[in-house]
């Protein structure tokens, strides 16, 4: 590998580690892999689903699933209940107020990266995110 290529390299990790740590960026992180994270699970690709099932789709430990399942069922957003074919299995249930927190949070999302949109433009926001499709598929050279 030439100089100019680690040099670029280098430039480039250090752009997707400055953009992996904005504030806006984290809080997206926090939403993703949190409660929003788990109420849009639950509202798109399974209700009904184990906190194990959860954990694992949202990478997150156990334990800060617990917390996460917590908060929502203290807020009413979700409830927990046991699964009729073994009586040992909870499944998690997103509630009405669930949806409607869901939905709320999906618009705030949505505003919010309206002006990313525009500061890109239609072709260049196309562009970012076929190139986002490639780094996603990327992982990693065995060393």
Do not use: C, F, W
């Not at 504030?23 to 209700?47: A, F, P």
């Not at 917390?67 to 929502?72: A, N, T």
Request: no cysteine.
């Amino acid at each position: 590998m030439s100089k100019k290529e680690e040099d670029l390299g280098e430039e480039l990790y250090m752009l997707l580690a400055e953009l992996l740590n904005r504030r806006v960026n984290r809080s997206v992180q926090d939403s993703v892999r949190g409660e929003y994270g788990t109420l849009h699970y639950l509202t798109y690709i399974r209700d009904g689903e184990s906190a194990g099932e959860l954990s694992r789709y949202l990478h997150i430990v156990p334990g800060r699933m617990t917390d996460i399942l917590s908060s929502l069922e203290y807020k009413g957003y979700i409830e927990r209940r046991r699964a009729e074919e073994d009586k040992r299995r909870v499944l998690v249930y997103i509630t009405k107020a669930g949806l409607t927190e869901e939905k709320k949070r999906r618009s705030a999302i949505r505003k919010e990266y309206q002006g990313l949109l525009r500061k890109l433009g239609r072709e260049d926001t196309l562009e970012l995110i076929r190139l986002l499709k490639i780094l996603l598929s990327y992982e990693g050279e065995e060393s």
